[in-house]
């Protein structure tokens, strides 16, 4: 992936080393998401966090307060020789570039998202976000949540690696920002509401396989502008996608398959729907909640 000497944005926040005295991951009411928790959740949110959906959904329907948010220190901005940050400010500066112009067409204004490097754990309009959740997006405050040292989970557990394979993260998590943006993410919330878990699961899983979808048009638009795809990179996205389908997740963890409780979608589907993004690179490409078929 050609990056170097990009834009790089300037809506990152270093909150590394800074810790939030927050307990074992995402907290409603009294329980909790932490790395003791469900086998089959903790692998899902290992890599691409915890469905935003669910946090809002459980925080809503099962009497929880959202925690407030506590910053000691004030927000600053990495080193400027830390390549890895430098990395994720300028995917993050490139996806604001193309949402800015895809807004724009559409006779709107995008509104960027902060991205939070974060270690260990640390305060969010959400909960407690912690590292051991993966990269996640917090629509409470707009916010997308990583700690760096997740990449090399990546390569150590899934044996994914790549600079494209990285931002295919970061491109999903803005994704959600933009259904959040478009109101998409407040109307599944609604209907959640009142629907048994399978039936809910199944709307996650088609928020979630758009995510996937607009993380494809995002590098659809900037290789376009900016031609930053280089061989092979394409591919390491689409091993990314295949590498965390809930059915290869869940038969890593507990050896079998229960489609019902799929949240985020087979190898095969987050594989097309992020295809088909990257393919056609048209919004309206990902419109998963009319499918047909996933």
């Not at 290789?223 to 394409?234: L, P």
Request: glycine content about 12%; aromatic content about 8%.
């Amino acid at each position: 992936m050609k990056w170097e000497g990009n834009r790089e944005s300037d809506n990152v926040e270093d909150r590394r080393g800074e810790g939030s005295g927050g307990g074992g991951g995402f907290s409603f009411g009294g329980g909790s998401i932490g790395i003791g928790g469900i086998a089959v959740a903790l692998v899902a949110s290992y890599f691409l966090g915890i469905n935003p959906m669910t946090v809002i959904n459980m925080l809503s329907g099962g009497g929880g307060q959202l925690a407030p948010v506590q910053q000691s220190a004030p927000a600053h901005k990495p080193p400027p020789n830390d390549q890895m940050a430098r990395f994720v400010s300028t995917v993050l500066a490139d996806t604001e570039d193309t949402w800015g112009e895809i807004f724009k067409a559409g006779g709107a204004t995008y509104v960027r998202p902060k991205l939070v490097l974060f270690s260990g754990s640390t305060p969010t309009a959400c909960g407690t976000g912690q590292t051991a959740t993966g990269p996640f997006y917090c629509p409470g405050d707009q916010k997308v949540y990583i700690d760096l040292s997740f990449y090399q989970l990546m390569k150590q557990r899934f044996n994914v690696s790549g600079n494209f394979a990285q931002a295919y993260v970061i491109a999903h998590e803005v994704g959600h920002h933009v259904q959040n943006l478009l109101g998409i993410s407040g109307k599944v919330d609604k209907a959640r509401r009142n629907m048994s878990e399978k039936q809910s699961n199944a709307l996650s899983v088609k928020l979630e396989l758009q995510a996937d979808c607009f993380a494809g048009v995002w590098a659809y638009h900037a290789n376009e502008a900016r031609h930053i795809i280089e061989n092979g990179d394409v591919e390491e996205a689409l091993n990314a996608a295949s590498a965390i389908g809930d059915d290869a997740l869940q038969r890593q963890a507990r050896g079998e398959v229960v489609p019902d409780s799929f949240t985020h979608g087979t190898s095969a589907q987050r594989v097309s729907w992020f295809k088909r993004g990257v393919t056609e690179g048209k919004v309206s490409a990902c419109n998963t909640f009319e499918a047909k078929k996933l």
